[in-house]
């Protein structure tokens, strides 16, 4: 199954969160297990450099690059798990500000539904982020669901693959 996105948007029509759905070809049990090993992520998603953990409290560092720029973000988020059921990575500090990841697993025939919602403050990534969004504003609108799609496909090929 291809992936749904709902694009949330605040009262001035702008992009705030995604929220992606998709039916991964895996029982729940496998998915689980990509979803909840976070010390795995930088092998498995777009643009994430290292994961550290210590109890429920992750640190992520991100790489973004565009030719021959790199800029690197870094954020603590707290790891709130629904053992088999949600994983939700709620920001405690750095960037990007505001960061919310939510997995939702729903065991259905033929697999396992995964609901992505990723939310955060787009404006607090960086000048060069800002140089983009300032000359091309369209770009706003495809982060958080670009987001939510390399997300749940790092997850469905994992889980996928996985045996």
């Known amino acids: 199954m291809n992936p749904t996105v709902e694009v949330e948007l605040d009262s001035a029509h702008q992009p705030i969160a995604a929220t992606g759905t998709q039916i991964i070809a895996a029982p729940r049990e496998r998915v689980w ?15 994430l450099h290292k994961v550290k953990r210590v109890g429920d409290r992750v640190t992520v560092s991100l790489r973004f690059r565009i030719s021959l720029f ?3 973000f870094e954020f603590t988020a707290d790891a709130i798990r629904d053992e088999g059921k949600t994983l939700e990575l709620r920001w405690v500090a750095g960037e990007p500000r505001a960061l919310n990841l939510r997995f939702e697993l729903e065991e259905v025939p033929g697999g396992c539904k995964v609901r992505a919602r990723v939310s955060f403050d787009v404006d607090s990534l960086g000048w060069l982020t800002r140089y983009f969004l300032k000359h091309h504003p ?11 799609c390399a997300l749940l496909d790092s997850f469905r090929r994992a889980s996928e693959l996985q045996k």
């Open 138 to 148: 369209e770009i706003r609108f495809g982060i958080f669901p670009g987001t939510a």
């Open 70 to 72: 790199s800029t690197g």
């Open 33 to 47: 297990r990509a979803l909840s090993d976070v010390e795995a992520y930088p092998g498995l998603v777009p643009m």
